[in-house]
C-alpha cells in the first residue's frame, strides 16, 4: 500500500466489486472504451487485476479517499507480452480546492493523481 495524506493506492478486495462495477457501469467514465460494462464484466476484469498481483507482485491499484471512497484507478498491468499502464478514474475526483466535475482527459487524471502522491 501507498498512502499519502489525501489518499491510498492498494489492492483490491473483494469488498470494492460495487464501486468498481458502477465505475464500469457509467456510460461517461467508459466513453473512451466503447461504453460501459455488465457486472459480470467488470467482474472478471477485477478478477484479472486480483490474480496479475499473486502472480507477478503488481498490478492496477484501487485509489482510495482516506475515508474510504473508491475513486478509481491506476497502474500498470503485466502481461506476458508487454506492461500495460493504465489509469480509469470514477466520476468525481478530488483535488486540492475540493469536489469536481472530473474531466475525461487520461493525462490530466494522472497529473492530478501525481500531485496528490507529492
Do not use: H
Request: hydrophobic share 40%; glycine share 10%; charged share 25%.
Amino acid at each position: 500500500m501507498i498512502e499519502t495524506p489525501r489518499i491510498r493506492l492498494r489492492c483490491w478486495r473483494e469488498s470494492d466489486r460495487d464501486a468498481f462495477a458502477a465505475m464500469n457501469a457509467d456510460p461517461e467514465v467508459m466513453l473512451d472504451q466503447g461504453g460501459p460494462l455488465s457486472r459480470e464484466k467488470s467482474d472478471a476484469k477485477l478478477d484479472r487485476y486480483a490474480a496479475a498481483f499473486v502472480r507477478y507482485g503488481f498490478c492496477r491499484w484501487v485509489i482510495q479517499g482516506q475515508d474510504g471512497e473508491f475513486f478509481g484507478y491506476a497502474g500498470v498491468m503485466p502481461s506476458p507480452w508487454l506492461m500495460r499502464s493504465g489509469s480509469r478514474p470514477s466520476r468525481w475526483w478530488v483535488t486540492i480546492g475540493g469536489r469536481v466535475p472530473l474531466t475525461r482527459s487520461p493525462l490530466r487524471f494522472r497529473s492530478g493523481l501525481r500531485a496528490l502522491l507529492a
